[in-house]
C-alpha cells in the first residue's frame, strides 16, 4: 500500500509540473523565456529531490521485509568493453541512429571540455562498458536486467575540474536514455551514475559522458539545441528510411516520444524510471518470498 501511495504522489507531482509543448505555440520573447526556463530548472530540482526521496523510503522498505538495500550490480561480461568498437557485433557504427543525430550540434556537437557525442559503436546488452573518453571521464557501465537499470559511475582522470558532467545512454530500439543530472567532478573525484531503462526491449547500447556546455549555448540554451536536434532525427526517420531514430522509435513504442520535452525534466524523467524499475523489482523479490513461505 505504501509502494502504491509512492509511486502515485511522485508520479502524480510530475505530471502536474512538467509542461507539455504543443507544435504551433507562440515562440515567447527571451525575457520570459529566460525567467520560464530558471522556474522549470527549479521546479525540476524540487521534482528531483522528490523522486529520490521516494527510493530512498523504497531501499528502507526492501531492508526493513528482510530483502537488503537492492539487488546487486552486474558482474563483468567477458565481452567487457575498455575501447570503442568492441563487441559491436552486428550493431557496429551508429546505423540505428538518424544522420541528423550524429550530425547535429546543440549538446551533443563539440562541448566545452571536447565531450561530444564521440560514443563509438553499440556493444551487446549485458557487456560491461569501461571506456576512458577524450575528454578525460572514464565511464564505467552496466545493465541490472532485475532492476532494468544502467548503473556504474564516471571519474574525472584529469588534473582540472570537469564541469557539468552527465551521461547519455543510447539503446538500439531508438530510445535515448538520460542525461543524468550536471555535476561538476574534481580531479580524482568518482561519482556514481545511473540510467532507468524501464519498459524499453532492445539488444544493444552505447554510451558516453558530456562535460561543458555547448558552444554557443548558455546553460539554459541546450534545450532548445537539443529540441533542434530532436526535430532532425524526426525528419531523418521520416525520409531517411528504417534505419532513422524516429521512424524506430515509432515502430518500438515508447523511445524519444515519452521524454518530456523541456531539458530540465528530463534528470527527474531519469529517476522516475528508475524507480519503476526498483518497485518493479521489489515486487518480484516480496513474490518470490512469498512462495518460498508457502512451500
Not at 546487486?72 to 567487457?80: F, H, K, Q, V
Not at 530532436?230 to 515508447?254: C, I, K, P, S, V
Request: charged share 25%; with cysteine.
Amino acid at each position: 500500500m505504501k509502494i502504491a501511495k509512492i509511486s502515485l504522489m511522485v508520479l502524480g507531482a510530475a505530471g502536474a509540473t512538467v509542461p507539455v509543448c504543443q507544435d504551433g505555440e507562440p515562440a515567447l520573447a527571451a525575457g520570459v523565456q529566460e525567467q520560464q526556463s530558471a522556474q522549470e530548472s527549479a521546479d525540476a530540482d524540487k521534482l528531483y529531490d522528490l523522486v529520490k526521496q521516494a527510493r530512498a523510503d523504497l531501499r528502507q522498505m526492501r531492508v526493513a521485509a528482510g530483502l537488503g538495500s537492492g539487488a546487486a550490480a552486474p558482474e563483468a561480461d567477458p565481452g567487457e568493453s575498455h575501447e570503442r568498437g568492441e563487441g559491436a557485433g552486428e550493431h557496429g557504427g551508429r546505423e540505428g541512429r538518424a544522420e541528423g543525430d550524429e550530425r547535429g550540434g546543440g549538446e551533443h556537437g563539440q562541448s566545452g571540455e571536447g565531450g561530444g557525442e564521440d560514443e563509438g559503436a553499440y556493444v551487446p546488452k549485458m557487456t560491461k562498458q569501461n571506456e576512458l573518453f577524450a575528454n578525460g571521464a572514464r565511464l564505467v557501465l552496466a545493465f541490472d536486467p532485475k532492476t532494468q537499470v544502467f548503473a556504474g559511475s564516471v571519474t574525472n582522470t584529469t588534473a582540472r575540474t570537469l564541469p557539468q558532467v552527465r551521461v547519455e545512454v543510447h539503446l538500439d530500439n531508438g530510445t535515448e536514455l538520460g542525461p543524468t543530472k550536471r555535476i561538476d567532478v574534481a580531479p580524482g573525484q568518482t561519482v556514481p551514475v545511473e540510467l532507468g531503462a524501464f519498459g524499453n526491449e532492445f539488444n544493444a547500447w552505447v554510451s558516453h559522458p558530456e562535460a561543458g556546455v555547448a558552444e554557443g549555448h548558455g546553460g539554459g540554451g541546450e534545450e532548445g539545441a537539443e529540441e533542434g536536434r530532436e526535430e532532425g532525427a524526426e525528419g531523418a526517420g521520416e525520409h531517411g528510411g528504417g534505419e532513422g531514430r524516429g521512424e524506430e522509435a515509432g515502430e518500438h513504442g515508447g523511445g524519444e516520444g515519452t521524454r518530456p520535452r523541456g531539458a530540465a525534466y528530463r534528470p527527474v524523467y531519469n529517476q522516475l524510471q528508475i524507480l519503476r524499475g526498483e518497485m518493479h523489482a521489489f515486487a518480484i523479490d516480496l513474490a518470490a518470498r512469498s512462495s518460498r513461505d508457502e512451500r
